[in-house]
């Protein structure tokens, strides 16, 4: 029998609960072992994933993350696999509102069971996806409906979690660094970056010394290790073990803006602190940059963990004209701070 003969045959509850042990059918090895594109495979997948046995056609999904992992294009993953992410979180919904065991569920709405077994495995590509694909991210989240339902399930399904980690990444956010004592300024745009502050500053910091040279306001080298996990590209399992013991820590000021006599505000921006919390001046996040005054550290893997091997990290720099920056500083010295 053909995959496509197979996936639209109705799933008992036993094979179900089985889960992964639906890829050792000989319909499924069949197709795996002459998968010669992955792309093209992802293309026979998506015809099968919403037409299926719902159990059958979620873990065929989940087939599109695999062939991910083997070099397919995620955004063609993406349009396969997250409309039936969205609905299986619906479904899932639903089957929380149920009374009785799951078998009595199974006779009444047998779907219902059978996207709430198949759900961990397509969040599971969904990740895949997710990790590789930013415009999918983008589309997620703005997606109020799949972000609630995420919310609401995340104690059912341990993998929302990650998944709630992963929408809540800072892709194609802007934060504008001014040096008032040199009269520059740094417009950064993140993508992939946690949404707390010391993963900003771990990238940041290392990009401002590689543009601007060493030693740039008084700033001591950064530590590769700490540079490369912040990052997460291409990370070896040694490096991924041994970033357990790393600490990473400050290596310039970063302040809230200031007004009025003094152009060094006093006022530390914590790094534990989310991007919300930046002030938006003229329509951009800015923060003060200046020499460091205090010494602030920070355990990489506790403040931002890895959610996936290739959710890769980065900031992209450039510098802004001297003459904007000094309309920019202008703005604070006649009070617009």
Not at 46 to 65: I, K, N, P, Q, S
Not at 80 to 87: F, K
Not at 206 to 222: C, F, I, K, V
Not at 281 to 292: N, V
Request: glycine share 8%; with cysteine; hydrophobic share 45%.
């Amino acid at each position: 029998m053909s995959i496509s003969g197979f996936v639209v045959q109705p799933s008992a509850l036993q094979e179900c609960r089985a889960g992964a042990d639906l890829f050792s059918r000989p319909e499924i090895q069949a197709f795996l072992q002459r998968v010669a594109s992955p792309d093209a495979a992802i293309a026979e997948l998506a015809e099968l994933v919403e037409g299926g046995d719902v159990f059958r056609g979620g873990m065929t999904a989940f087939l599109c993350g695999v062939m991910v992992e083997r070099g397919a294009s995620a955004p063609n993953a993406a349009n396969a696999v997250l409309p039936v992410m969205r609905r299986y979180l619906h479904l899932a919904r639903e089957l929380v509102a149920q009374a009785g065991t799951e078998e009595e569920v199974f006779e009444r709405s047998p779907d219902l069971v059978r996207a709430h077994h198949a759900l961990p495995f397509v969040l599971l590509a969904t990740m895949t996806i997710l990790s590789r694909d930013e415009q999918a991210r983008k589309r997620m989240r703005a997606d109020s409906e799949v972000v609630a339902l995420v919310a609401e399930l995340e104690e059912r399904y341990e993998t929302l979690y990650y998944v709630r980690e992963v929408l809540a990444l800072l892709d194609d956010q802007k934060i504008l660094l001014l040096d008032p004592r040199n009269g520059r300024g740094f417009l950064f745009e993140l993508t992939g970056v946690r949404d707390v502050m010391y993963h900003f500053f771990a990238l940041a910091q290392d990009a401002l010394l590689r543009h601007a040279g060493p030693g740039y306001l008084g700033a001591e080298p950064t530590d590769p290790a700490a540079v490369r996990y912040a990052r997460n590209a291409g990370l070896t399992q040694q490096e991924f073990q041994d970033a357990g013991d790393l600490i990473d820590h400050q290596r310039f000021g970063f302040h809230y803006p200031g007004a009025g006599d003094s152009p060094i505000p006093a006022l530390f921006f914590p790094g534990s602190a989310a991007f919300s919390q930046i002030p938006v001046i003229d329509g951009c996040s800015t923060l003060f940059l200046t020499s460091r005054s205090i010494h602030a550290q920070w355990a990489p893997t506790n403040m931002y963990p890895v959610l996936h091997e290739a959710l890769e990290a980065r900031v992209d720099l450039r510098e802004l004209a001297p003459e904007e920056v000094k309309a920019r500083l202008a703005a604070f010295d006649r009070g617009g701070g």
